[in-house]
């Protein structure tokens, strides 16, 4: 194998300018600052081209869950690309890798879901789920039953179907979002909308808006909800406990899909193996990626339950549906040997029993730092918000500057976290340990001392 000569830093930002289009960036003031160029990574640890070590509490973007510097993954990428690198599973054909990765998440997922349909992202997956979600109804006869409900602030993925799909204002305002057939009503956000209610009453209230828009559309219109057991990418919006339950209530009152997507929580992040398991709730669909491979490939894909997919085998005929690279082999083959370290390390009970409740302690005191007006989390998913007054739960001016702020101190102190307007998010690989957990702690508090003081600038 022929390496290509090094680059430094300068020349890899010059390249990058040039030619690279990053995703979700604004390209004119990346320019002017220059790309920040990750060039290995260890465990928690990354380290840039200059040679700075970051600890990064995101896992990449939410799905390095078994920490990086994997060789039994590396490994098994390897040993599949000389067997077999590539073949589809369209025309009646399947390969080892992706049947075996197919029953073994069966084994782990809810008992009444026992199939996956295998996709190439998160993105992907949420396209399968409305095409799947359609023609479910259309099979049962009630082809008028096409609306899907989701939530404002959600997030879904990037594609037509997952922007539409998800509630980013933002997003919907580029390209006419979302398509028709997508409505979606209020998130469960009590900090920043629940007003003088208290949590318990405001996550009644935000679950029956659910109840609401099934009755204004008509029940005999409305397909799906669909919703993040917490968001992620929203904020880290832990609903709170009146959620869930009352949401469960209703969906058990009309007949309608639930579509639970897993691509953060699924794989042991909230300490269970699925979101799902964690506040007990009974899937129709769920959409995975992220942690499936802990981000060394890309795959996705989405768990079916026997209700729907028995409808799609009995009744379907062929389901005009599938993408070229559907249970790619080799992304199997690492999403296999992701499933072996953790179930082999019994990561999802360390998460459980000893990270999380750790970790939520840990910043449970971050309470006390001027800047911080709330602390949340489940598993090892937290949030910090940055307030001006905490005793009234008064935010910075809605531009998201503390948030950008901090973010960038951060960084600059060896740091990863990410902010979402005045939100501080973590996600960390799940195999942190407690010593790098105090870590974690003791570098937000220094960061968070750093904003404080540039805010009064
Ligand atoms: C990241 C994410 C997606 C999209 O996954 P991609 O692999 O980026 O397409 C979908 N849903 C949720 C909840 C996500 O966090």
Excluded at 168 to 181: E, F, R, S, T, V
Aim: with cysteine; charged share 20%.
């Amino acid at each position: 194998m022929i390496q290509p000569p090094p680059l430094n830093t300068a020349e890899l930002q010059a390249m990058d300018r040039a030619h690279y289009l990053h995703p979700f960036t604004d390209h004119k003031a990346l320019g002017a600052q220059g790309t920040r160029i990750i060039e290995r990574a260890e465990g928690i640890w990354l380290w840039d081209s200059d040679g700075n070590r970051i600890l990064d509490a995101m896992a990449g973007l939410w799905c390095v869950n078994v920490g990086y510097g994997r060789t039994e993954l590396a490994e098994a990428a390897y040993r599949q690309m000389l067997e077999l690198p590539y073949y589809n599973s369209f025309f009646q054909c399947a390969n080892p890798p992706a049947v075996r990765l197919a029953s073994a998440i069966a084994d782990i997922a809810p008992a009444h879901m026992n199939r996956v349909f295998f996709a190439g992202s998160g993105s992907e997956a949420n396209d399968t789920v409305l095409r799947m979600v359609r023609r479910y109804w259309d099979l049962k006869g009630q082809p008028q039953k096409k609306t899907v409900i989701g939530r404002i602030n959600g997030y879904h993925g990037s594609t037509v179907a997952g922007a539409s799909l998800g509630g980013m204002k933002p997003m919907h305002a580029q390209g006419d979002l979302p398509i028709p057939g997508i409505v979606h009503i209020p998130q469960p956000y009590w900090f920043g909308e629940g007003g003088e209610q208290s949590p318990e009453d405001f996550g009644i209230w935000a679950a029956q808006q659910l109840e609401a828009k099934i009755l204004e559309l008509g029940v005999d219109q409305v397909a799906a909800f669909i919703a993040e057991p917490i968001q992620g990418a929203g904020g880290v919006i832990v609903p709170p406990a009146t959620y869930w339950p009352e949401v469960k209530r209703i969906l058990d009152a009309y007949e309608i899909l639930l579509v639970v997507d897993e691509v953060i929580c699924g794989f042991g992040r909230t300490g269970e193996w699925f979101g799902s398991q964690y506040y007990d709730l009974t899937p129709d669909l769920m959409p995975i990626a992220k942690g499936m491979t802990s981000g060394y490939l890309p795959m996705g894909g989405v768990i079916v339950s026997d209700r729907v997919a028995d409808t799609l085998i009995e009744e379907g005929g062929e389901f005009f549906h599938g993408y070229t690279y559907s249970g790619h082999p080799v992304a199997a083959a690492v999403g296999l040997e992701n499933l072996r370290i953790l179930r082999d390390e019994r990561i999802v009970d360390y998460v459980r029993k000893d990270a999380a409740p750790y970790l939520q302690e840990r910043i449970a005191g971050l309470i006390d730092h001027p800047l911080v007006g709330e602390v949340r989390g489940v598993g090892l998913l937290g949030a910090l918000e940055l307030v001006s007054d905490k005793t009234r739960r008064a935010r910075f001016a809605g531009d998201g500057r503390a948030g950008g702020l901090c973010r960038d101190i951060c960084v600059r102190n060896g740091l990863v976290m990410r902010a979402v307007g005045d939100t501080m998010i973590m996600s960390p690989p799940l195999i942190i340990s407690r010593a790098e957990i105090d870590q974690l702690v003791e570098l937000i508090w220094r960061c968070l001392d750093l904003t404080a003081a540039a805010l009064k600038e």
